[in-house]
């Protein structure tokens, strides 16, 4: 099908082979028209079975065919088209009248032919095949189909007979002034003038060429290289034949990478300097594309490593997540079972997990469920006011207040005020009525810590509250019904005062209904890496610090000490280590009394120091405990009673360390030479 297209006087005649062309003034059109009457894509002609059609792409003026307005219509030989002021006439057999013939292969460029002559027009297609070459070679971020495109654009912007690009190693990358090294450049494409890939391409070639060009920097131009005095030396160009050489060095970020090479091997003088200086500026964009090419695939790589990173991560996270739910599921069973060892109610505040405190646990159980009043004993700082609380909160009281107080720290007259509380001007200086804690504490429970301690005046007052559930208000008549249970605790031993006449025997018994007797925190020793651990968490909480490691050596230490102090000594230990210590805590960042590790009653220092500070710490505590043991018998002669008091624990407590240990049974505590010492609790 041919097309005459008359515009502004100019007449093109133009054979059409694409199956659709489009008509407009966009660049990107077949036929592009110049008239502003013309929208930039107007319509397009389109061949189908029955033959050529025209159909109009709502354009702003319409489509004419032969004067008429068309939306679509099929074509005629003959037909005369109206676009703005442009008119076309369409031609469907071979003939045509004389004038200017130009072949378009629009599946090779798709430019559109201005209606041009002449050198204008040469020009005018040149650019437009230009533009089009760097819009595709821009687009392009695949390495090889890049370097490809790179050839086949540049045969046809020159019309060449074959084309070649060659790219040296990247060899001395970090030093942009260096060139590649020309005995290792290698032909990367190689094409002809119908896109097909040229077979050993390194045989079809003039590689001196390409090499002098590396070497000079410089673009070189031959009208025929059998001629060519600069190639007189070169076996290649004779071998050859060749005749028309185009060669332009390839520069990437100021460095030579490369050249581009084209030839023509049948015709002389096929290149000019207009196509030398187009090559020179297509090399440039060339480097361009391939600098951007090289960009992407690097960052496509490393994209596709951290995408294998960033899997390997989820797999670790996977994997991480499912030992952290193991290690739940293991901490929950291992939770439940101490749950079952300490009791059946909740005593996570207080911290143990040996024998002596599990044992307390078991007793708790069966003194929660009752209302009876509790006698706590133990020494100073073994926690008995946790107890207290722990009985309180997990009881049937729980819901009801919880009132506590020290009966040594306060005189009698204080202590009266404030059991009892007070009526408005019971003495000087009561402005208004106070109520007790008996009154304060009703329906719950009242924690009367050291009631040993407690004159023996107070102690009547306290009997009748317990005996009759009422009070009086100082300086009040009225009587005060409560009902309060009483939680007591002493670190004296109540029955040799109430032998001794210091404490009564009625009020003792009325406390002393349930007991609970606390282990000292050297009977516990297990204990103390447990307690040492929250202590030290509790104590960096409360100063806002990261929670310091405790080495082996350190936790060693800590279990050789007698701790007099009991828990209350541990605990302002390790609030004195987050003060002292960094990131880990050291043996020097102990006290002195813990350093010097004062020796167990009838033990050597050598002995009491005497720990591998390697050792498994139960092990340690465990050796600590025996070695201790047996230096008090052989001390006390092999008197049960008499090691028990060395040791500072009760009878009881050394006759389950030996059945423990697997220990000798030592003499008959019974002998009469060796009495047992007044006030033994066995």
Request: proline residues 4%.
């Amino acid at each position: 099908m041919k097309v005459i297209v008359v515009e502004d006087g100019t007449r093109t005649e133009l054979t059409i082979e694409s199956p659709v062309v489009r008509v407009g003034r966009a660049v990107d059109n077949e036929i592009r028209l110049q008239s502003n009457l013309v929208s930039r894509h107007h319509c397009r002609i389109e061949q189908g079975p029955e033959g050529p059609w025209i159909i109009d792409l709502e354009s702003s003026n319409g489509t004419q065919v032969n004067g008429e307005k068309v939306k679509r219509k099929l074509l005629a030989n003959g037909d005369r088209l109206g676009v703005g002021k442009a008119h076309m006439q369409v031609f469907l057999s071979e003939s045509t009248d004389a004038g200017d013939t130009h072949r378009l292969d629009f599946s090779r460029e798709g430019s559109g032919m201005a209606t041009l002559s002449g050198d204008a027009q040469r020009e005018r297609e040149n650019l437009r095949v230009f533009a089009r070459v760097a819009r595709d070679l821009l687009r392009e971020t695949d390495l090889a189909r890049l370097l490809r495109s790179i050839v086949d654009s540049a045969i046809a912007l020159v019309g060449a007979e074959r084309g070649f690009l060659l790219l040296a190693d990247a060899n001395n990358a970090s030093d942009p002034k260096a060139k590649p090294d020309t005995t290792t450049m290698k032909v990367r494409i190689a094409r002809s003038f119908d896109r097909e890939d040229i077979p050993v391409p390194a045989t079809r070639l003039s590689l001196g060429i390409a090499r002098s060009v590396v070497e000079s920097g410089e673009a070189l131009i031959s009208v025929d290289a059998g001629r060519d005095d600069r190639f007189s030396g070169m076996a290649s160009v004779e071998d050859l034949k060749l005749r028309s050489v185009m060669c332009t060095p390839i520069a990437v970020d100021g460095r030579t990478e490369g050249v581009l090479y084209v030839d023509n091997r049948l015709q002389q003088s096929a290149f000019g300097e207009d196509d030398l200086e187009l090559l020179r500026l297509f090399a440039d964009l060339a480097s361009i594309a391939l600098r951007n090419a090289r960009l992407v695939a690097e960052l496509v790589e490393r994209n596709t490593k951290l995408s294998v990173s960033s899997r390997q991560i989820e797999l670790l996270n996977e994997q991480l997540g499912r030992k952290v739910r193991d290690r739940d599921t293991e901490l929950a069973v291992v939770r439940a079972e101490l749950s079952r060892e300490r009791g059946r109610y909740d005593y996570g505040a207080i911290v143990g997990a040996s024998e002596g405190m599990r044992r307390v646990f078991h007793q708790l159980d069966r003194i929660i469920q009752s209302e009876l009043p509790v006698l706590i004993h133990g020494e100073s700082g073994t926690g008995k006011e946790l107890i207290a609380r722990a009985i309180h909160y997990n009881g049937s009281r729980k819901d009801k207040p919880f009132v506590s107080e020290n009966c040594a720290a306060l005189p009698d007259t204080l202590l009266e005020s404030e059991l009892f509380g007070h009526a408005r001007g019971a003495f000087t200086g009561a402005h208004r009525a106070k109520k007790g804690l008996l009154e304060q504490a009703d329906g719950g429970t009242l924690f009367l810590d050291e009631i040993g301690d407690m004159s023996v005046e107070m102690q009547k007052k306290l009997l009748r509250v317990l005996q009759e559930g009422e009070f009086r208000m100082l300086g009040s008549d009225q009587q005060i019904k409560v009902d309060v249970r009483i939680i007591a605790a002493s670190h004296r031993d109540l029955e040799l005062l109430v032998r001794e006449s210091k404490f009564r025997e009625d009020l003792f018994y009325r406390v002393n209904v349930l007991s609970v007797i606390l282990p000292p925190l050297r009977e516990r020793r297990e204990d103390i890496p447990l307690l040492a651990e929250a202590l030290l968490a509790r104590a960096a909480r409360d100063a806002s610090r990261p929670v310091p490691i405790l080495p082996r050596e350190v936790v060693a230490g800590l279990c050789a000490y007698d701790w007099p102090g009991n828990v209350r000594e541990l605990e302002n230990e390790m609030r004195r280590l987050i003060v002292l210590a960094g990131d880990e805590v050291r043996l020097e960042h102990l006290s002195a009394p813990v350093l010097e590790r004062r020796p167990i009653a009838g033990t050597t220092p050598h002995g009491a120091s005497a720990l591998d500070p390697t050792a498994n710490i139960r092990e340690a505590v465990a050796d600590l405990e025996r070695r201790s043991i047996e230096a008090a018998l052989k001390q006390a002669n092999g008197n049960k009673s008499k090691a028990a008091q060395l040791l500072g624990i009760s009878r009881f407590a050394l006759q389950r360390k030996l059945d423990k240990y697997g220990l000798g049974a030592g003499r008959d505590d019974d002998a009469v030479d060796e009495p047992e010492p007044a006030g033994s609790a066995e």
